[in-house]
T-cell receptor
């Protein structure tokens, strides 16, 4: 069954605004990863956050993890048109080695 | 360029055809994966190979047949598919199947249309 679910399903913002998307999951995890997918292309890894970490930064990306709420958020600051893509969270539940993905959040950044 | 190459990028096949999707990774990884991505659905894991051995078969119909001749190559053989099998098929690899912090590297995908 699906482990992670991204929210919202779609997000439309103007260039320069911040974009926040969330991921909720069902069971305990070892780590959580965020991926990006440009339309019709493969997924690209963005950032990994471990279960003992609460926040992580990479450039304009900020990821938080709240294991008590079983949720994570991805914040893209000062968004650009080139950030237009779908964003997925991937989790490995419990002792599983297999990452599972949600349906993704489709982000559109208008120039 | 992610180091994972998939061919063909686009494939149209009839329901009685036999075709194959090919994946090659140039990253020296030990694990390879096939995922299916359909519109409005979560990414579905189909198969996982670790050191050329299949370690996961996610209740995939037998009309999909994977083959992993070595750790760099992965095939998905397709036979008597249905229109609902039309999707983007993504190949991926990771350094080691058993590492929890593994990053998955994806290819660009093969768009399959079954007519």
């Amino acid at each position: 069954s699906q482990q992670g679910e991204e929210d919202p399903q779609a997000l439309s913002i103007q260039e320069g605004e911040n974009a926040t998307m969330n991921c909720s999951y069902k069971t305990s995890i070892n780590n959580l990863q965020w991926y990006r997918q440009n339309s019709g292309r493969g997924l690209v890894h963005l950032i990994l956050i471990r279960s003992n970490e609460r926040e992580k930064h990479s450039g304009r990306l900020r990821v938080t993890l709240d294991t008590s709420k079983k949720s994570s958020s991805l914040l893209i600051t000062a968004s650009r048109a080139a950030d237009t893509a779908s964003y997925f969270c991937a989790t490995r539940a419990g002792g599983s080695y297999i990452p599972t993905f949600g349906r993704g959040t489709s982000l559109i950044v208008h120039p | 360029e992610t180091g994972v190459t998939q061919t063909p990028r686009h494939l149209v096949m009839g329901m009685t055809n036999k075709k194959s999707l090919k994946c090659e990774q140039h990253l020296g990884h030990n694990a390879m994966y096939w995922y299916k991505q359909s519109a409005k659905k979560p990414l579905e894991l189909m198969f996982v190979y670790s050191l050329e051995e299949r370690v996961e078969n996610n209740s995939v119909p037998s009309r999909f047949s994977p083959e992993c001749p070595n750790s760099s190559h992965l095939f998905l053989h397709l036979h008597t598919l249905q229109p609902e099998d039309s999707a983007l098929y993504l190949c991926a690899s990771s350094q080691d199947f058993t590492q929890m912090g593994n990053t998955i590297y994806f290819g660009e995908g093969s768009w399959l249309t079954v007519v």
